[in-house]
């Protein structure tokens, strides 16, 4: 299959994610861990975007094959963290924690690493 994202969608894209990943646990009223996993994770997609060769950052340090390579370990670390802990005491925790993977297992598995950034 060939994946149809490629490194300019996938750029808008997690930074939409590192932005959702800050704001909304605060617009959701989410307490302790299920406010501080997301925000970590927002923090390092913030910043690993930031840094990623792709048109929107701020300065190209990784390549965005590395930008995935980092993706694939990040991943299922944030999935293992959430299974570990378990923020779910919160009503809107699981849905906001459900929809948050979903997201972006499906970013990840839709993009195309080896594709070259358009200048």
Same mark, same amino acid.
């Given at each position: 299959?060939? +994946?149809? $994202?490629? /490194?300019?969608?996938?750029? /808008?894209?997690?930074?939409?994610?590192?932005? /959702?990943? !800050?704001? *909304?646990? @605060?617009? &959701?009223?989410?307490?302790? %861990?299920?406010? =501080? $996993?997301?925000?970590?994770?927002?923090?390092?997609?913030?910043? &690993?975007? %930031? *840094?990623?060769?792709?048109?929107?950052?701020?300065?190209? /340090?990784?390549?965005?094959k590395?930008?995935?390579?980092?993706? %694939?370990?990040? &991943?299922? =670390?944030l999935? =293992?963290?959430?299974?570990?802990?378990?923020? @779910?005491? +919160?009503?809107? %925790?699981?849905? @906001?924690?459900?929809? !948050? &993977?979903t =997201? *972006?297992?499906?970013?990840?598995?839709?993009?195309?690493?080896?594709?070259?950034?358009?200048?």
């Amino acid at each position: 299959m060939t +994946q149809p $994202i490629k /490194v300019e969608a996938h750029s /808008v894209v997690d930074y939409g994610f590192a932005a /959702v990943s !800050l704001a *909304l646990p @605060f617009a &959701l009223g989410l307490k302790g %861990a299920a406010r =501080a $996993i997301p925000m970590a994770w927002g923090a390092g997609q913030g910043t &690993l975007n %930031a *840094l990623t060769d792709q048109p929107y950052a701020l300065r190209r /340090v990784v390549s965005f094959k590395g930008h995935g390579q980092a993706e %694939a370990v990040a &991943l299922p =670390a944030l999935v =293992a963290t959430v299974a570990l802990m378990r923020p @779910f005491e +919160q009503r809107a %925790a699981k849905p @906001f924690f459900g929809a !948050l &993977l979903t =997201a *972006l297992v499906s970013n990840y598995a839709l993009t195309d690493y080896d594709a070259k950034p358009m200048r």
